[in-house]
């Protein structure tokens, strides 16, 4: 279909999609791979598999690119395994591991498919977390200096686009479920030395990016919930704010400016919190300039005010796929969060919002002023094999055609994209779901109970998605 007003894209726009290595990679026992600690939590998310095999990706390399060349990806965004390239504390790098990411950015290189690669998707080696304590401690910033540096040493000739630290925001944020929080009792006041020791982290590696890859590029890729408010009531909009602020403004800030922003260092004072920021940080952040934003979008939320007489409660997710289980959280003086009557949700409730992606790109530009690349961007949904034997998704086509567009208006509000890549290129474990909530292009052939046979099969997705980037953006098929 044509629609009126079609958006162009750029001529060099990198279409692809995206994946990390936990969740695709399986072969967590191979060629000195030693244990992270995101192993043991996806061990914690029963009755649904673990990243043990995942999609087997690590054996299966060479047919999922076959597939991305076919399909026409000029980019495939995907992050490296720090057990694998260091599986202990003898600092010695690992040769299998790095002659496995060779191989794959060599492969992709060779099919014109521009490699974008994450250093930091949740794989912390467990060897770091007993070393160091982790996230709160700072010997993790040395060891991840280190990380960063054999990478941009080794793949910094193939690799020109690299990300630092995969949703650092929604790590603190949801700091139980994704595996960095140690004690709930004291997370509260935690997260803020731990965001710190992050910031460092990241910070360290733009440093050493800059130094070590030729034209080399890097960015941060936060997790971004464009927020609304429920009403004109200016209350409302000031509720809009602080969870802006609280849930990724503060972040993403940080990463522009390098230094905290106002508001944050006020809540700190207000609420007693030390982030144990020490003599020569703020002067090595200043030094981290990044080169763009890479962001994750999947859906948007609504805010209202809260006032100081409501019961704090705890945002729970939808862990289960079974509409209405989300409860929405309240913070009594700043902000609670609504559900949005204006668009519709999934089975786990969150918003099928495609407006959100033009607004978080277009705030993005606003406040920043810096390229910008889609990472991740798409629909979960409970899927099998149709008895045609083919993967029949029109829910995802439908999906995707809606938040691409929005893309295309944002480029012609002005804002630079330089890429779209949406999640997931394959199927491949979900964070608490397994292979539950299937957001792939390409259907992967094993379930949560039974290890099939692990067969890639392209949805109809695939291929219409296929058309919509060979066309740079123009074919977008029939309406269903
Ligand atoms: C992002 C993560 C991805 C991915 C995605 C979908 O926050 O960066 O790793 O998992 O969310 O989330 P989920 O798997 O929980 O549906």
Not at 78 to 102: C, H, K, M, T, V
Not at 263 to 278: A, G, L, T
Not at 406 to 427: E, F, K, L
Request: negative net charge; proline residues 5%.
């Amino acid at each position: 279909m044509i629609y009126k007003n079609n958006p162009l894209f750029p001529a060099n726009f990198m279409w692809g999609a995206s994946s990390a290595a936990w969740q695709v990679e399986g072969a967590v026992n191979e060629d000195g791979r030693t244990p992270a600690i995101i192993d043991l939590n996806s061990k914690t998310k029963k009755p649904f598999a673990d990243n043990s095999v995942a999609s087997d990706h690590y054996h299966h390399y060479l047919e999922d690119i076959a597939l991305m060349k076919e399909a026409g990806f000029t980019s495939y965004r995907f992050s490296i395994a720090w057990p694998r390239i260091y599986p202990d504390d003898s600092f010695e790098p690992n040769q299998l591991g790095i002659d496995f990411y060779n191989h794959l950015i060599d492969a992709l290189v060779k099919n014109g498919i521009e490699p974008i690669v994450t250093l930091y998707h949740y794989d912390m080696p467990v060897w770091v977390d007993e070393k160091y304590d982790g996230w709160y401690g700072r010997g993790i910033i040395d060891a991840f200096d280190q990380y960063a540096r054999t990478c941009f040493k080794e793949f910094g000739d193939r690799v020109k686009y690299w990300l630092s630290i995969n949703e650092q925001n929604m790590q603190i944020c949801y700091g139980d479920w994704l595996g960095v929080c140690k004690n709930e009792a004291t997370w509260f006041h935690d997260k803020w030395k731990v965001n710190h020791i992050m910031n460092l982290c990241h910070a360290k590696a733009v440093i050493a990016c800059h130094e070590l890859v030729l034209d080399g590029k890097i960015g941060p890729v936060p997790g971004y919930v464009p927020i609304y408010p429920s009403s004109a009531n200016p209350e409302d909009q000031i509720a809009a704010m602080n969870a802006e602020e609280l849930t990724e403004k503060v972040w993403n800030d940080f990463y522009t400016f390098r230094k905290y922003n106002g508001f944050i260092r006020s809540y700190w004072k207000e609420h007693h919190i030390d982030p144990d920021i020490q003599a020569g940080d703020m002067a090595l952040i200043e030094q981290a300039k990044i080169d763009f934003f890479a962001l994750n979008c999947y859906r948007s939320n609504v805010a209202k005010e809260c006032s100081l007489t409501e019961t704090e409660q705890k945002q729970q997710l939808n862990k289960t796929g079974r509409k209405g289980e989300f409860v929405y959280p309240k913070f009594p003086g700043l902000y609670q969060l609504t559900n949005n009557p204006y668009v519709e949700t999934n089975d786990w409730d969150w918003e099928i919002d495609p407006v959100s992606l033009r607004y978080m790109l277009r705030y993005v530009w606003d406040h920043y002023g810096l390229p910008m690349m889609i990472t991740e961007n798409g629909y979960g949904a409970h899927e099998d094999i149709s008895a045609d034997g083919k993967v029949h998704d029109p829910e995802r086509i439908r999906f995707l055609r809606n938040q691409i567009f929005q893309v295309g208006r944002a480029i012609q509000d002005g804002c630079q994209v330089i890429g779209y890549n949406p999640w997931s290129y394959t199927d491949l474990l979900s964070t608490g779901n397994g292979m539950a909530k299937r957001y792939g292009l390409v259907f992967i052939n094993t379930t949560d109970d039974e290890l099939r046979d692990l067969k890639r099969i392209p949805k109809d997705s695939y291929y219409w998605y296929s058309r919509l980037i060979k066309s740079n953006g123009q074919d977008w098929g029939e309406e269903t």
